[in-house]
């Protein structure tokens, strides 16, 4: 309702693409004030790999509820934090042999980053980081210093470019060039100019940043420049973490173990805050209390988080059920980008997580506002605006799948006409 709208800061963004008031969701559906539904293919900005109100949480949520259980935060000792890192180490770490020490950092992802890259510099006694361009980290002061988009970065450049290195992410600058070989130089050569960093930190697949997808053959080389020159490297896993490609972690195609990843989105499963900093043991030289924080510790999150695990991640059925819809969601991705040429530059994807690159971002966005005006919701990424990302729920059902694919794709038929 515009009349209750304008109370709200200009900041406001996604109810402006969306521009209606949502009332329910269920699934992979979100319906609004007129009992208009919506497929969702944003899902939360990928806060709901498990669709909307999934039923298995929810029960497990209400009895909590009922039974008063501990809700607030701190890092108090609850029944509840208990079983959640049980089910963690049992399920997700141990059969991936990862050993990570588990700190709850706050609410959003960019309390995990800025968790991350303190502790890299309290470990390593560096400064600088690097970072990839069209990387996204978050939007508070040291987790915007790693992100790349200059209209995030507006008004603060002067404190940002601090004590932060930009190098280009895979695939950024076109030819032959490694940026894993150029890391490597920079880091050897004392004439670069570059000082040894405290860590890199990098998405595996940049999800705001236009859904580049890195292949593994980089990441482990990444890793090996990491420990030769004995800097940490962080993988941040907010959006592409929780089985977004297909695996729990995004990295473990590649093989390789970070020193610190960071988690949250779709960890808590049922779109409650909550956020993760996975640390190898031997660096968590934290002090009792260095870092602290209220909500550091939902308890209906780690109810929901815990439940999401042993429905999900008990076994690798999950895997084979997200990596088969992954191949038809590319297939028809690919095939639609065939038949639109004249619109569309290139089709990529991982996982459930895809994009459509158009021509520009006008054509983009025309595209996902019609989309919209037929009931599905999705939306644009990268830092020109003309890529459209497709982050449906893994738990979509086919038909809601096929579904949302058809509205997009008379959408592109709409919008050319
Ligand atoms: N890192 C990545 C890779 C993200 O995608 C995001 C959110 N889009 C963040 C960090 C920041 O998370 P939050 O918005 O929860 O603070």
Not at 26 to 36: E, F, W
Not at 43 to 67: E, Q, R, S
């Amino acid at each position: 309702m515009e009349q209750v709208r304008k109370h709200e800061s200009n900041v406001r963004g996604y109810s402006r693409s969306f521009p209606v008031t949502f009332t329910s969701a269920n699934g992979a559906v979100i319906h609004d004030t007129d009992h208009k539904q919506y497929i969702d293919f944003l899902a939360g900005a990928g806060a709901l790999n498990y669709g909307h109100n999934n039923p298995f949480f929810k029960m497990k949520l209400m009895d909590y509820i009922d039974k008063n259980g501990v809700t607030h935060g701190l890092d108090l000792s609850t029944e509840a934090k208990e079983h959640f890192i049980q089910i963690f180490n049992k399920y997700i770490l141990e059969p991936r042999e990862l050993k990570y020490k588990m700190q709850f950092t706050g609410p959003t992802g960019t309390n995990t980053v800025e968790a991350a890259i303190k502790l890299a510099q309290i470990v390593t006694g560096r400064t600088n980081i690097i970072t990839f361009t069209n990387g996204y980290h978050g939007h508070s002061k040291g987790a915007l210093r790693l992100t790349a988009n200059a209209h995030y970065r507006k008004g603060l450049e002067n404190e940002l470019n601090q004590f932060t290195t930009f190098i280009p992410y895979f695939g950024f600058l076109d030819g032959d060039f490694d940026s894993a070989d150029y890391l490597d130089k920079i880091l050897s050569d004392s004439g670069s100019g570059t000082d040894i960093p405290a860590a890199i930190i990098l998405e595996t697949i940049q999800g705001e940043g236009g859904v580049n997808v890195a292949p593994k053959e980089w990441l482990q080389k990444l890793r090996k420049i990491t420990e030769k020159h004995d800097i940490l490297m962080i993988v941040d896993d907010i959006q592409v973490g929780c089985g977004r490609t297909g695996n729990f972690f995004s990295f473990e195609d590649a093989g390789i173990y970070p020193d610190m990843v960071t988690l949250s989105k779709s960890l808590s499963g049922y779109g409650l805050p909550m956020s993760l900093l996975l640390i190898k043991p031997e660096i968590d030289d934290w002090k009792p209390g260095q870092h602290t924080g209220t909500f550091r510790g939902n308890n209906l999150a780690f109810v929901t988080a815990a439940e999401a695990i042993i429905k999900y991640w008990k076994d690798d059925e999950f895997t084979q059920e997200i990596k088969g819809k992954s191949a038809k969601l590319l297939r028809i991705l690919n095939q639609i980008g065939e038949d639109h040429k004249d619109i569309i530059k290139d089709v990529r994807g991982k996982g459930l997580i895809a994009a459509v690159e158009c021509t520009d971002a006008e054509t983009a966005s025309s595209i996902t506002a019609e989309a919209f005006s037929n009931g599905l919701i999705i939306e644009t990424c990268g830092s020109d605006g003309n890529i459209i990302k497709f982050l449906p729920p893994l738990n979509i059902h086919e038909n809601y799948l096929n579904e949302g694919i058809k509205i997009f794709e008379k959408a592109i038929e709409t919008i050319k006409q």
